[in-house]
């Protein structure tokens, strides 16, 4: 067998003998998401990969490591979760930590007092804490613009611009972005161009074909799939960047536990199924929405007169699962939440269940109000994550809470 490419994707050598990695490397994408990158652990065959418990690892001799040390620094389970998603979005190295705040806060430390960032405006609120709550204190500046159109980004551009972070679609406006765009304006500048891939994921969106630096996830999400654990993913292009993660997961303690990456790499084995169902039930539910009297507007980038639509065409491979709207009345909101009885009023998205989130006072509360409004993420505003049930299940359900 060839021994794994030592360029990248990890530090550990030793597993790395048993595997085949060129021949992996051709598989078409579910195959991949369903064998991840050893797939069957080398040792004893087990076809689930397993969860390695333990804290620390023998050594055989002195000098003479097993390439795992301590599982803060590296664990196999979680190795071959980092692996995986380094492999499905096309990346040179993929990190998995306790969450996606996590993430964030372990690539945002890369910023120097006096860098700036710009940020998609109505991006996540935790992302939005995490720059105005803490790295403005240690002299990093943020600006938020409205990404869907690219002149806005250039215009927000200085000489201390250090970093584009972008959301697309957005969360929870759906506005939509031009990757190629972003990542070409990152080159010119000597800027790190960042992509929150939580919404697509690499089934439906590789950032990182498109020039981009570096993708990052809430892989509690439609990773994870199951609403069942908190985690979070980046995928790196460059060396550099690599090593920054690297030494920040080491650093900061944040790597994911050993029973949670297990978790994730159980759901990316159905990643693909479950994205394609949600893409197919999201646009049943979204053109339900689009034709209830009490709906004053639908969001949701599958729509034809999206104005996004030519772009998502063209860098994605479908829309997923997320629709946002706008109701009548701060009433019919209250009927919606409290009405639904199969769909779940709660926060989060990607799982197997379809959730109704009130972006207002749960996602976007950290967001002050007066930006709220501008976005308009207002109280008659609602999200929803269009979940893997029976489609007519959802609208049955829908209808009753809004019509019944
Ligand atoms: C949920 C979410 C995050 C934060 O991830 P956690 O796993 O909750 O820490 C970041 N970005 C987006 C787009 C999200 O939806």
Redesign the pocket.
Known sequence: MKLYKKEGRGIVKNFSNYIDFDKKENLRMESKCVHGALGCEPLTGAVSFPIYQTATFRHKALGESTGFDYTRLQNPTRQELERTIAILEGGLEGFAFS??????MSLFTILNPGDHVILSDDI?G??YRIGEDIFTKYGATFTYVDMSDIDNLKNAITDKTRMIFV?TPT?PMMKVTDIEAVANIAKEIGAISVV?N??LTPYFQQPLSMGIDVV?H????YIGGHNDT???LVVVNRQDLADHMRLQLKSHGNGLAALDSWLLLRGLKTLHIRMERHNENAMKVANWLRNQDKVTKVFYVGFEDHPGYEITKKQTKGFGGMISFNVDSFETVKKILEGVDMVMFAE???GTETLITYPRTQ?HESIPEETRQKLGITETFLRMSVGIENADDIIADLDRALNG
């Open positions: 969450s996606g705040q996590a993430a964030n996540y935790g992302t959301e969360n929150d939580t919404f990052v809430s892989g509690t999400k908190i985690a979070g989060s998205l990607g996602t």
